[in-house]
Each structure stands twice: as structure tokens, then as C-alpha cells.
Nanobody, 118 residues
Framework: QVQLVESGGGLVQPGGSLNLSCAAT?????????MNWYRQAPGKQRELVAAVRRGGVTTYADPVKGRFTIFRENAKKTVSLRMNSLNPEDTAVYYC???????????WGKGILVTVSS
């Protein structure tokens, strides 16, 4: 059974940085999958924050462009999210997701809390 395990969340002051990491375990050829980070803030819908496609193309939501960087390492079956210049609006539960665009199969992590507060 494939699982995604997120790490690196926590409390950070405004203007600070955090690195989130997500590791896939189990039988999965991760190079076949798009790898994504979503977030869900209190009272809001889950939104896509950043994505790195199978071929390496990256996309970012407008609020995080220039501040967040997504990076995948297929050999380690990991995807990371480097978050700089954090502000309170970035406070949310962040979810790792992998999605096979050909088969439709996807897996979600359980989520990890990021809190930006002074």
C-alpha cells in the first residue's frame, strides 16, 4: 500500500522560512506521477499551492509565486516545498498529493500544520 508522509511543519514567525518534505513509501514508480502540494486554511477550501509534473515542469498559485519552490527527487520518492517570506495568510494544513494523469490514480498524505504567527 502506497503512503505519503509529510514532515517539516510547525510554527514560524512572519518573514520566516520552512521546508516541507513528503516521502512516498510502498510500491510506486514515482516518476509516472505528478507531485503536488495543496493547503487548506481554516474555513476555506483546499487549494493547489504548487505542482511539479512528471517531466519536471513546475507551476505555482499566484499568492506563493516567488516565495515557494517545489522540488522532486524521483530516486528518493520525495517532493519538497521550500517556503520563504511566510506571512499569516500561509497558515494552513499542507497536504502532499501524487497523481497519475494517465490512470487517474492518486494518493494523499494526512496533512501537516504550518502556523505563521508572531
Amino acid at each position: 500500500q502506497v503512503q505519503l508522509v509529510e514532515s517539516g511543519g510547525g510554527l514560524v514567525q512572519p518573514g520566516g522560512s520552512l521546508n516541507l518534505s513528503c516521502a512516498a513509501t510502498g510500491q510506486i514508480v514515482i516518476s509516472y506521477y505528478d507531485m503536488n502540494w495543496y493547503r487548506q486554511a481554516p474555513g476555506k477550501q483546499r487549494e493547489l499551492v504548487a505542482a511539479v509534473r512528471r517531466g519536471g515542469v513546475t507551476t505555482y498559485a499566484d499568492p506563493v509565486k516567488g516565495r515557494f519552490t517545489i522540488f522532486r527527487e524521483n530516486a528518493k520518492k520525495t517532493v519538497s516545498l521550500r517556503m520563504n517570506s511566510l506571512n499569516p495568510e500561509d497558515t494552513a494544513v499542507y497536504y502532499c498529493n501524487v497523481q497519475n494523469s494517465l490512470t487517474g490514480m492518486g494518493v494523499w498524505g494526512k496533512g501537516i500544520l504550518v502556523t505563521v504567527s508572531s
